[in-house]
Structures are given as C-alpha cells and as structure tokens.
C-alpha cells in the first residue's frame, strides 16, 4: 500500500539508493537533508532514475531552530513513517570531535521523532550500524550478539537504538526496526548514484576507486598483521542496492506489525572478505592498477566481522543478492561516470 514517507539524509549515498527504491515501490518521499555530506544534484539523479513524488526540505534535524518547521513540514506532508538515514558517520572524526558527533546524531534522531509524533506516524526504520558490536563476538554476529561500540560514532548509534526501544515502551503505538549495516560498497547499476564523500574517503572502496580513476596515488592498508586469512582487515561487504531493499522489506514488515514492536535486523551478505581479496576484486573489474602500501593498523579497528543475516531471511525474506564482483563493477562504473562524484567543475 503506497505510504508517505519521510527520507532523513536522503541526498547521501545509502539515502538516494533507499529513496530511489521508495519511490519505485509506488511510495512518496519527502527528503529531509542539509547537504552537508551529500549533494543537491543527487536528488535530479534520483528523479531520473525513478520518476515520482519527491518533496525536498533542506533543513539541518540538528539544529533547534529549525525543529519547528521540520514538524510541521512532516505533519503536512502526511506522513506515514520515516527512515531515519541522516547523521555524521566517520568514525575517526567521531574520536576527534565526539560532541560533536553526539549533538548532531542524537539530536537529529530527537527532532525526528518528535516531529513523528506530532504526525502520528510512528512508525520508523533507523540507520544503525554492525559498529555496535564492538569486537566482542564469534562470527558470524547474530543480533542477539554482545554490543559495546569502540568509538563515539558507533556509541551514537548504540545509543540511539536505546533511546528508540525506550520510547517505544513508553508509547506502545511505535513501531520500529534498527537496520544494523554491515559495510555498504557498489553503486546503483545506472551509475548516476553513488557515493561521493568529501575530502578524503575514510571507507575502503571510495578510497579505492579514487585511486582506480586516478585521484589517489595509492592505498594505505591498516595492517597486515591481524589474525586473518592473509592478514589485513576482513568485513561484510553489502551492495548499496541490497541494502536498500532490505529498507523496503523492513518497512513493509512493519506495516503488519503490531504496535509496540521494536526489532534490531543485521543487513549483511555474510560473508567476510579481505582488504588485499577487495583490491583484486576492484582491480578485476577496473581494469586498473590499485597500488597499495602496507602501514600500520588504524586505531579502533577490529579484525574481522561478517554477519548472520538469518532473521533478516526469516522476518522480511530479505538476503544479499549481489556479488562481490557486481558489487566492485557497480562501484566502479559509477566512479568512472562520475570522476569528481556529483560535483562536475
Ligand atoms: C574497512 C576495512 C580498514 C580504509 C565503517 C564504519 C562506518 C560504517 C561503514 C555505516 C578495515 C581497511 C580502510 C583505508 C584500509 N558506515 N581500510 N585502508 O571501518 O569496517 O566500518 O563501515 O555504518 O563508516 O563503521 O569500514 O571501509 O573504513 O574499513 O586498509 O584507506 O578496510 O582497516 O579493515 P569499517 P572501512
């Protein structure tokens, strides 16, 4: 059934891959973004791909003085839920300025559902993270794994799960699912979305692609000394699309819910693959040389993580479809399409 939904962060790299399977899902989407790590030029690239109803309200969930009007935008779009996308995510970032990182990501979490509640439309699809897990269990993670992040991005994250089940308990008519992503990596297959991070990439493929196109000399890998198969860091790496997918699942689960549920749902391929398996991937499918320098681990890194996506299958009949060569292909052709990412001076 077509819903009015509100896409916080809609304008980012998973958020115009979510929106474009939104509105492809014969949804209406109202986009709520202050482009401080995305691009406006996303949003024509997503109504280009999946023409329908786009609202846009380019206004900040964090700060205060714009809260009112994000109320009130929300209770005039009509909505129906949100998935709650928007919020800082670079881990070492997060240990330098942590106030940061908990001003904006608690407080646009905050601002949002009060704007939901004002709306009536409790019903919400967070943006968590594999993060939380800290470095605390066995692979593969299942959800009911310990969590403890290992820097204040993660703890953000961990917290605003807490903050979500305790609303919930106090107002039964929410209902919620925390989406935990493992490592998001691909692009859409048009490669008019992607992911363009500013300055330079904390996140492996970015980086990678960067020096595939010829905007990086070379890769730095952190560590080749971890207890691993050829010992740098293993992950589970997801195709953006997968992901998001698993965003319309999850919201269409919900919708037969009752109230009052509160779920956590690992999104990953459960799979791990290595730094060193990842450059050979993209080297495959660029066609390009990847020079690499080995260097010391990074701090708050964690050797190996990959997930039991099984609740996932279970609840919304959602797994990872895509490989780890689409997903290296997909990637690429986005980067190669888009040498300077969304900015074309
Ligand atoms: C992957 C592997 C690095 C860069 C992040 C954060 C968060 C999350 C996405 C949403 C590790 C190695 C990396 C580089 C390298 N977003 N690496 N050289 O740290 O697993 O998690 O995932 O939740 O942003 O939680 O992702 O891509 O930074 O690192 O060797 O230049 O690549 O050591 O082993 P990470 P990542």
Redesign the pocket.
């Known amino acids: 059934m077509a819903k009015n939904l509100v896409v916080t962060g809609g304008a980012g790299y998973i958020g115009s891959h979510v929106a474009v399977d939104l509105i492809n899902a014969g949804h209406d989407v109202l986009i709520i973004d202050n482009f401080v790590n995305s691009h406006p030029k996303a949003i024509e690239r997503i109504k280009e791909i999946a023409p329908g109803r786009i609202d846009l309200l380019e206004r900040d969930l964090a700060n205060a003085d714009h809260a009112d009007e994000i109320v009130d935008a929300i209770k005039t779009f009509g909505a129906d839920g949100a998935v709650h996308l928007a919020g800082l995510?670079?881990?070492g970032e997060s240990v330098e300025k942590p106030a940061k990182y908990y001003s904006t990501n608690i407080g646009s979490a905050l601002t949002l559902i009060r704007a939901l509640e004002a709306a009536n439309a409790k019903s919400l699809v967070f943006s968590s993270?594999?993060?939380v897990y800290g470095d605390y269990n066995d692979n593969p993670v299942t959800e009911d794994g310990e969590t403890g992040a290992t820097n204040p991005?993660?703890r953000t994250k961990l917290f605003i799960e807490e903050i979500l089940k305790d609303i919930a308990r106090a107002d039964n008519d929410w209902k919620i699912v925390n989406l935990r992503?493992f490592?998001?990596v691909g692009a859409h297959p048009s490669g008019k979305i992607g992911e363009d991070p500013n300055d330079i990439p904390?996140?492996?493929?970015p980086?990678i692609a960067q020096v595939a196109i010829g905007r990086r000399e070379k890769?730095?890998?952190?560590?080749n000394d971890y207890a691993t198969r050829d010992g740098?860091?293993v992950?589970d790496y997801i195709h953006v699309c997968d992901l998001a997918r698993g965003h319309v699942k999850a919201l269409d689960w919900l919708s037969g819910q009752k109230n009052g549920v509160v779920k956590d749902i690992n999104l990953g391929a459960g799979v791990g693959y290595s730094?060193l398996e990842a450059v050979s991937a993209f080297k495959r499918a660029s066609n390009r040389d990847i020079p690499y320098e080995i260097a010391a681990r990074?701090e708050g890194?964690i050797a190996e993580i990959y997930a039991d996506a099984g609740l996932a299958n279970e609840l919304l009949n959602w797994k990872a479809e895509k490989s780890l060569e689409e997903m290296c292909a997909d990637h690429w052709r986005w980067q190669s399409q888009n040498p300077n990412g969304y900015k074309t001076d």
């Open positions: 995510k670079a881990v993270s594999a993060t991005y993660g992503y490592n998001p904390n996140n492996l493929f980086y890769l730095t890998v952190f560590g740098t860091g992950r730094v990074r890194d």
